[in-house]
């Protein structure tokens, strides 16, 4: 619907990753967790590393600070050799807790940095009509709203953690609506630009003009 929005490349890559996060919901919903758990948790494993370099990328795309993009790619170098290291070390019949885990630690700092690199553009007035930010701010909410779901769960029990389960649900029903918003967002090139009127414009130039 609102293609023509905003052309940007990471945001067809999130787009995909919508796509992509739908279709493995549906297919471990189809999937019993007894008779399929080796199944389940390598595919979520997998899912970790998809999502990771996902979200990675769209924050080194819309950051401008080159010291918050070199964290960003060493940090997702680090991540990406622990996390193989992880899935081929210890047994797949298990979630994956402790890359989860770090991975929602990193893209909340990410995000931080986004915020942090948006805070030094005088610019930028009202950050919330960019669709960046909503973006950012459903990673920072459900990353948030899952940390410590995630860092917990390969100590709980499978019914325990299906009752538990309800907060990854909901805080990714909130990270889908806020992308929606976020898609229906027109990118605008310069903030306060729009922001002004053109007596304001005029006024700024020559404040003695009558």
Known sequence: MFL???????????FLYVIFSLSVDSLLLRLETNS?????????????LIEYAVFAYVLYSIIDNRIFRVIILASSGIFFVFAIYYFLTYKSDTFDSLPASIESILIVAFS???LFDQMNKPQVIFIYQEPNFWFVVGFIIYFSGTLFLFIQASNLTL?????????????NIIKNIL???????????????????????DFLENPYKT
């Open 4 to 14: 023509k929005r905003n052309r940007s490349l990471w945001v067809k890559v999130l």
């Open 36 to 48: 399929h758990a080796a199944i389940i948790y390598n595919v979520l494993s997998a899912f970790t």
């Open 112 to 114: 931080i940095f986004y």
């Open 159 to 171: 019914e325990v953690r299906d009752n538990f389960w309800k907060i990854n649900l909901f805080s």
């Open 179 to 201: 992308f929606a918003i976020a898609f229906s967002r027109k990118k605008s090139g310069n903030l306060q630009q729009t922001l002004e009127s053109p007596f304001e414009n």
